[in-house]
């Protein structure tokens, strides 16, 4: 059997997914420009080819060079504020890219690709829990753009017999309990790491944007998922189109979702610290709940998530930031 090629690797969850594949027995091969991976979050035992997916000279370098079987790609912009100041970014990186890519892997015959889609191809959802089935009508060019790229690989399998497997997920979190990679952006504007910075004394206070939803507490309920279960479910994915699975889009979700006054109660239990909170007005465009189920997935792929208390995923994230502070970049 071949290699995996892991797009985007040295990435947050790329990276984790780098290593759970190596610790399967994979062999693996990493392609990443390093616009927002890190070179230090590359798995040793990993081949990486630093580079952009957007080249068609660069990709079939490394086609021609590897054996490859299947691909994984990551290798996407994914920040949604970014994405509604600067669409056109959204759509070379992930389009144009995803294109060029997909024209690469059918001259060089490979025929199986896991993509890391989101749930924000959903937009505001009509029911919770999300299913598969439920419309799609993105309401951020990041969302819009991801369901294009499905839509792509979808043309492509027809015309090109590709299968494809798109994971819809909303907020990967946690890190690898070896406590080696974790959670790295800059600028960061995920909810855990943000909370983590007041205890790390980064930030003196976490801001809470609106508090009169309708929900337990009046804050938004968000789906958690650990970054380790998010790249077992990739790695499923991958083994279930090796065993000739049909194309196939599956959402990935605790099925729970934790309120934002949750996360913050767990990160002071877990920190010790009593990470003061600025309750503040809504911001514009955040729905009061999203949760996706994840029937499917467990069905069909066999996806059981590890890490589904909240407790355990803060403790993995902490672990990292504390030694980490500043992420992969020295203090």
């Known amino acids: 059997m071949g290699s995996i090629l892991v797009l985007g690797g040295a990435g947050y969850i790329g990276s984790h997914t780098v290593y759970e594949l190596i610790d399967a027995g ?31 000279a660069f990709m079939d370098s490394v086609f021609e060079k590897e054996d490859i079987d299947g691909v994984i790609h990551f290798a996407a912009s994914s920040q949604v504020g970014e994405s509604m100041k600067e669409p056109l970014k959204y759509y070379s990186n992930n389009l144009c890219g995803t294109e060029v890519l997909l024209e690469s892997m059918v001259a060089h015959g490979i025929d199986k690709i896991v993509f890391s889609s989101t749930a924000a191809t959903y937009g505001e959802p009509e029911s919770i829990p999300i299913l598969e089935t439920d419309r799609t009508l993105p309401t951020n060019c990041y969302g819009e753009t991801k369901l294009s790229m499905e839509k792509m690989f979808h043309w492509t399998s027809v015309a090109h017999n590709l299968r494809y497997v798109s994971l ?23 909810l855990i790491p943000l909370i983590l910075q007041v205890p790390n004394h980064q930030r003196e206070y976490i801001s809470i944007f609106g508090t009169d939803y309708d929900t337990k507490d009046g804050t938004c309920v968000r789906d958690y998922i650990h ?87 803060i403790e993995t994230a902490w672990k990292w930031h504390q030694v980490h502070p500043h992420g992969y970049k020295a203090d």
């Open 26 to 56: 994979e062999d693996v091969v990493i392609v990443d420009n390093l616009l927002t991976g890190f070179k230090e979050a590359v798995h040793p035992k990993a081949r990486f080819y630093q580079g952009d997916i957007r080249d068609r």
């Open 227 to 313: 970054v380790n279960d998010l790249a077992q479910a990739h790695i499923l994915a991958m083994n279930y189109l090796r065993n000739g699975g049909k194309s196939d889009i599956f959402n990935l979700g605790n099925g729970v979702g934790f309120t934002v006054k949750e996360v913050v109660e767990t990160a002071r239990e877990v920190t010790g610290h009593p990470i003061p909170a600025k309750e503040e007005a809504r911001r514009a465009g955040d729905p009061s709940t999203l949760i996706a189920s994840s029937g499917r997935a467990k069905g069909i792929l066999g996806w059981k998530p590890q890490y589904a208390d909240l407790k355990v995923i």
């Open 168 to 190: 819809r997920y909303f907020n990967a979190c946690g890190a690898h309990p070896n406590g080696k990679i974790g959670e790295a952006h800059n600028p960061e504007t995920h």
